[in-house]
């Protein structure tokens, strides 16, 4: 498939401005949490443009959308390509969505130029990949990739209590497909950076070499409630003080492991009264390291923190994983693609890690992956003020839209 389809960006940014009129968040952010009203309203819109593009549609039964354009070998596998229409609590304009659209509108530009790819392309729109609300994140791709069982997703309480099986039901999108009956030949997904290095260095492209590991963990510490005025300090045993000596622990954690991201994200305490000493803390933590022994030392010597804390406080503790992911390293295949894209469109770029978690790296373990960075501006993200320069969205649409009409030759490996 030769010559370069232009991708239109004024119909990217106007289904951009569409999805967050759903449900806005000012500056220019939105919040569609994964299976609510406003993720549904995120998804009709996606199947409708799809729909009219001419596009076959299906659903898998974890609610992965995929929009079709056949290729001339039925019998070649197809090439992916897509990430996420949730958001988080406070979510940005393009997390994830700009993934979706850009992969459904480079499939638009081949149908319109009249190009028959050898492959077929697909664009893909996973279920939960925020984690926001269901733990894990990557949900949908984890299901897809045969790594979650389906019953296992279904049966998920939400932070509001909610079941994840329930509301994927009720908002209709629990479809008939079996997960991961569509094997990719490739697979390749657009985000914006979320971190500052690319604008920070005025580089136009990151070429994504892999994703760092992600660890999150889940410690509740159980003390005993008692007056606030009245309990001398020795004889208490207070939750609240453990779950704060573990969040301080963190940062020096991070200064004895090189490279490793720490991060106390959600401190719960019961009864959370200002006079009251606590009997319960939930304390979440996120750790995040490109090597994996590492992240491993970082998990042992937290454990460590929250066994001298829960001590020191005279409480108890109790642990429990909510997600774990390898550190990955992505096909060379895809990142020669990308950086011979951006080459031909005479664009600046760089090797990068990316530091967030995406479904690209869980779409590795069953296919040859990869991503493409666009800049974020000061490196904001999950943030209403989330932004990327329009040249900077165009420029990295056009890459990917090489990327996929290279990747969809008969002779690639």
């Not at 991708?7 to 951009?16: K, N, Q």
């Not at 967050?20 to 998804?43: K, M, S, V």
């Not at 939750?239 to 954690?253: D, F, K, M, Q």
């Not at 869980?362 to 003020?385: D, E, K, T």
Request: net charge negative; hydrophobic share 50%.
């Amino acid at each position: 498939m030769s010559p370069p389809v232009a991708v239109d960006i004024d119909a990217l940014y106007a289904r951009l401005d569409a999805l967050i009129a759903i449900a806005p968040l000012p500056p220019d952010g939105a919040c569609r949490l994964a299976l609510t009203e406003a993720d549904r309203a995120g998804r009709d819109l996606f199947c409708g443009w799809a729909e009219a593009a001419g596009l076959e549609i299906a659903v898998d039964a974890i609610g992965n959308i995929f929009a079709t354009l056949a290729g001339a070998d039925p019998a070649l596998a197809p090439v992916m390509s897509g990430s996420h229409l949730d958001t988080v609590a406070t979510g940005g304009r393009f997390d994830g969505a700009l993934g979706v659209l850009a992969a459904l509108g480079t499939l638009e530009a081949v149908r319109a130029a009249g190009l028959t790819p050898p492959r077929g392309l697909v664009a893909a729109a996973f279920t939960n990949e925020e984690g926001a609300r269901f733990a894990p994140d990557m949900m949908g791709s984890l299901v897809f990739a045969g790594d979650l069982p389906l019953a296992e997703a279904r049966a998920t309480r939400g932070v509001d209590g909610a079941l994840l099986g329930a509301e994927l039901d009720r908002i209709g999108y629990a479809g008939p497909l079996a997960p991961g009956a569509i094997r990719p030949h490739a697979f390749v997904e657009l985000h914006v950076e979320q971190g500052p290095v690319l604008d920070a260095e005025g580089i136009a492209i990151g070429i994504v070499e892999g994703v760092q590991g992600i660890s999150w963990q889940e410690f509740t510490f159980a003390g005993e409630a008692n007056h606030a005025g009245a309990t001398p300090m020795a004889m208490r045993h207070d939750a609240g003080y453990a779950a704060a000596a573990v969040a301080t622990a963190l940062r020096a954690l991070t200064r004895r492991i090189p490279g490793l991201l720490a991060t106390a994200g959600r401190i719960v305490l019961e009864p959370n009264l200002i006079n009251v000493i606590a009997h319960t803390a939930t304390l979440t933590v996120d750790l995040r390291h490109p090597d994996e022994a590492a992240l491993r030392e970082a998990e042992a010597a937290l454990a460590e923190a929250v066994a001298a804390a829960a001590r020191d406080a005279g409480v108890t503790h109790a642990a429990r994983v909510l997600a774990r992911f390898a550190p990955v390293t992505f096909a060379p295949m895809v990142r020669e693609a990308v950086a011979g894209a951006a080459a031909a469109h005479g664009l600046t770029a760089r090797p990068i890690v990316s530091g967030a978690g995406h479904d690209a790296q869980i779409m590795a373990r069953i296919a040859p992956s990869g991503m493409i960075f666009a800049p974020s501006i000061g490196g904001i993200s999950h943030n209403p003020a989330e932004a990327t320069r329009r040249e900077d969205i165009a420029a990295a649409v056009a890459v990917l839209a090489d990327v996929l009409t290279t990747l969809c030759r008969k002779d690639t490996p």
